[in-house]
């Protein structure tokens, strides 16, 4: 079993909708969780981070995480086409916080 | 500012054939590192650099060789290439090898490579 699982998609919305992207992970000692977005043929960016459980809000993005459910998930509000790309999941320990472990991603389709 | 630059883009080898995948930050930072990414799945770590004259094995190390040339460069070699190796290789950067609140993880464009 992976420790980081993500809902594989892909997944296709309409411009102006609200998008969930999630991802389980079976780890204990992951405290920092990442979003990182990746455009087609581009190398990822961090788009989020959150250390340990909450909510942290950017803009119309808002990360969420919860350690007793070890669950975390990404919201996009007022979602974009130019929001279209694979979402990528990553979470670490607080020893060695740059190894993270990925998970495989989700691919979102805004239309317009 | 460059970011992090990889060459080369693209890369068709052989069975056999050996090659290395050249990473550059310019950024000053001191970790960096070496992913491999297979269509469908996430990031797989293969090998890290904390910092200059440091390497260390990661998920995925078979195959590969690694060198911290200087604390700009980091490579990446394949002494025999094999299909399996077919993937798109990013080469990273980050300040250091802890605490990501104080820093972002940058990645490079990517090095796409086909081994037939």
């Known amino acids: 079993q992976k420790e980081v699982e993500q809902d594989p998609g892909p997944l296709s919305v309409p411009e102006g909708a609200i998008v969930s992207l999630n991802c389980t992970y079976s780890?204990?000692?992951?405290?920092?969780f990442m979003w990182y977005r990746q455009y087609s043929r581009k190398g990822p960016e961090l788009l989020m981070y959150t250390y340990s459980s909450g909510n942290k809000e950017d803009g119309r993005f808002t990360a969420q995480v919860d350690k007793s459910s070890k669950y975390i998930s990404l919201f996009i509000r007022d979602s974009q086409p130019s929001d279209s790309a694979t979402y990528l999941c990553a979470m670490s320990g607080n020893t060695n916080a740059g190894k993270s472990t990925f998970g495989d991603g989700t691919t979102l389709t805004v239309k317009p | 500012n460059a970011g992090v630059t990889q060459t080369p883009k693209f890369q068709v080898l052989k069975t056999g054939q050996s090659m290395t995948l050249q990473c550059a930050q310019d950024m000053n930072h001191n970790s960096m590192y070496w992913y491999r990414q297979d269509p469908g799945m996430g990031l797989r770590l293969i090998y890290y650099s904390a910092s200059e004259g440091t390497t260390d094995k990661g998920e995925v190390p078979n195959g590969y060789n690694v060198s911290r040339l200087n604390k700009r460069e980091f490579s990446l070699r394949l002494e025999s290439a094999a299909p399996s190796q077919t993937s798109v290789y990013f080469c990273a950067s980050s300040e250091t090898l802890d605490s990501i609140a104080k820093e972002t993880q940058y990645f490079g464009p990517g090095t796409r490579l086909l081994v037939l």
């Open positions: 780890n204990s000692a992951f405290q920092y």
